[in-house]
C-alpha cells in the first residue's frame, strides 16, 4: 500500500499477557518511529529505527517494551506483562532517510485496552 | 514542566472565524517546528514546517514562530467545519531526531 500500515487496528487483551503491534512503513522510508498516544495526552516518544538498529530508545517506559525492525522495513512492538497503564493507541511513522523537516508519515494507530 | 505546552481545548468556532492555536516551549535548542492535525481514530498528518522565526503562509494557514520568546502559532482564516480536528504542534532538535510533540487542542468549527 502507498501508506504506513499498521496492525491489528484494535487489541484487547488481558492484564499480564503479551501482544505484539506490527507496522509496515512506506517503502523506501529507511527512519520509523513509535509513538504512544493516551487520552488527551500528545504523542509520547518510544523508539527510532534507522534501518535495523534503533539508535534511540530513550521513550521506552519499560523493560517491558521492546521492539525490533528486520530488513530496513517491518517493525515489531512488544509489550510484555501488559498493565492497565499501557492502554493507549500506539502508532508508528516513517520517514525518508537525511530528511530534517520532521516529515513523518503516520499509520491510523493500534488501539491497545487492558483490561 | 513539559517540554512543549500546548491548551488542550476544545476551541469552538462558527464557520469562518479566524482560528488562533498556540504552543510553547523550554527548549531553546528546537530548530524545526511543524504543526500536524489529526481526525478522530485517524494518525496525524503534516499541515506545516517552518524552520526559524518568521511567517509561512499555505492557503488559509499562517504558521508562526517567534524564538525568541519561544513561541508558535498557527492561523487558519475563514475556518471550515471540515478543520474540526485536533492540532498538534511538534518540533525536533534536527537532524533525524524523534519529534517533541504538543498535547493537542480539539478545534471544533461550528456550520
Known amino acids: 500500500g502507498a501508506g504506513v500500515s499498521q496492525s491489528p487496528s484494535n487489541k484487547v487483551t488481558e492484564k499480564g499477557k503479551d501482544v505484539e503491534l506490527r507496522c509496515d512503513p512506506i517503502s523506501g522510508h529507511t527512519a520509523l518511529y513509535w509513538y504512544r498516544q493516551s487520552l488527551g495526552q500528545g504523542l509520547e516518544f518510544l523508539i527510532y529505527f534507522q534501518g535495523n538498529s534503533a539508535p534511540d530508545k530513550s521513550g521506552l517506559p519499560s523493560d517491558r517494551f521492546s521492539a525490533e525492525r528486520t530488513g530496513g522495513s517491518v517493525s515489531t512492538l512488544t509489550i510484555q506483562r501488559t498493565q492497565q497503564e499501557d492502554s493507549a493507541v500506539y502508532l508508528c511513522?516513517?520517514?525518508?532517510?537525511?530528511?530534517?523537516?520532521?516529515?513523518?508519515?503516520f499509520g491510523e494507530g493500534s488501539r491497545l485496552t487492558v483490561l | 514542566q513539559k517540554e512543549v505546552e500546548q491548551d488542550p481545548g476544545p476551541l469552538s468556532v462558527p464557520e469562518g472565524a479566524i482560528v488562533s492555536l498556540n504552543c510553547t516551549y523550554s527548549?531553546?535548542?528546537?530548530?524545526?517546528f511543524m504543526w500536524y492535525r489529526q481526525y478522530s481514530r485517524k494518525g496525524p498528518e503534516l499541515l506545516m514546517y517552518?524552520?526559524?522565526?518568521g511567517n509561512k503562509e499555505d492557503g488559509r494557514f499562517t504558521a508562526q514562530v517567534d524564538k525568541s520568546s519561544k513561541y508558535i502559532s498557527l492561523f487558519i482564516r475563514d475556518s471550515q467545519p471540515s478543520d474540526s480536528a485536533t492540532y498538534l504542534c511538534a518540533m525536533n532538535l534536527g537532524g533525524r531526531r524523534a519529534l517533541t510533540f504538543g498535547s493537542g487542542t480539539r478545534l471544533q468549527v461550528q456550520p
Open positions: 511513522a516513517s520517514s525518508l532517510a537525511g530528511q530534517n523537516t520532521g516529515e513523518l508519515f
Open positions: 527548549n531553546s535548542a528546537f530548530q524545526y
Open positions: 517552518t524552520y526559524s522565526s
